[in-house]
């Protein structure tokens, strides 16, 4: 079985400051892990993925993981967030079984990213 | 551009009813995922299909939901009856088996019902 615990549950940071939100997950086989988007009253939109190789992932909107085999850890970072990225972001894992598709997937709690001006 | 389409996007019922959400996949996707997102559990999966078939359904209540893929353009998700805990966002995933490029799950805009 796995798990995934986002670390914060609300953080709130400055225009053009830089955003680290946390990921930690536990499992007894390598995972597949994902970072996804909700905007208000919308579905998930994924963000980047691991899956094998680097381990620095780079997204859309400028966000990048880094994935922490040792500390089992995914955590998601931008250098200079914009108002636009006010949003609810998940933090998920999938084991990497055959014939299936990335979608059977584990969900942490979400954290809930608010910009000010 | 290709996206998952769930209908109704909203659906308010009364408790004891019927009630249906439907979801059709980007075409040429062969696994369906549904999911339900409440405050108090978060993101949960209910159930997935693989060609039309379940694989698993475990995150589901058995004795009041079902979940079918009639065709491979349509998915459902019933509730009956249906209960003021069954609130929540309904989300269907749609994703394709094989291949590296195939490693995303892309979701619907979902189903928020309310049972009152």
């Known amino acids: 079985a796995q798990s995934v615990t986002q670390l914060d549950s609300q953080v709130p940071v400055f225009e053009e400051a830089p955003v680290e939100l946390r990921c930690n997950y536990s499992s007894s086989v390598s995972v597949y892990l994902f970072w996804y988007v909700q905007y208000p009253n919308q579905g998930l939109q994924l963000l980047l993925k691991?899956?094998?190789?680097?381990?620095l992932v780079k997204g859309i909107n400028g966000f990048e993981a880094e994935f922490n085999k040792s500390q089992t850890s995914f955590h998601l970072r931008k250098p200079s967030v914009h108002i636009s990225d006010t949003a609810e972001y998940f933090c998920a894992v999938s084991e990497p079984l055959r014939g299936t598709s990335y979608g059977k997937l584990t969900f942490g709690q979400g954290t809930i990213l608010t910009v000010h001006p | 551009d290709a996206r998952v389409t769930q209908t109704p996007r909203h659906k308010v019922t009364e408790m004891g009813q019927e009630v249906t959400m439907r979801c059709q996949p980007i075409l040429g996707h062969n696994t369906v995922f549904w999911y339900r997102q409440t405050m108090m559990q978060g993101l949960e999966l209910l159930a997935y299909f693989r060609n039309r078939a379940p694989l698993d359904d475990s995150g589901m209540p058995k004795d009041r939901f079902s979940a079918e893929m009639p065709d491979a353009t349509l998915a459902t998700l019933k509730i009956q009856p249906s209960e003021p805990r069954d609130s929540a966002v309904y989300f269907c995933?749609?994703?394709?088996?094989?291949?590296?490029?195939?490693?995303?799950?892309?979701f619907g805009q979902g189903t928020r019902l309310t049972v009152v």
């Open positions: 995933a749609s994703g394709s088996t094989g291949g590296a490029e195939n490693t995303e799950a892309f």
């Open positions: 691991y899956l094998s190789g680097s381990t």
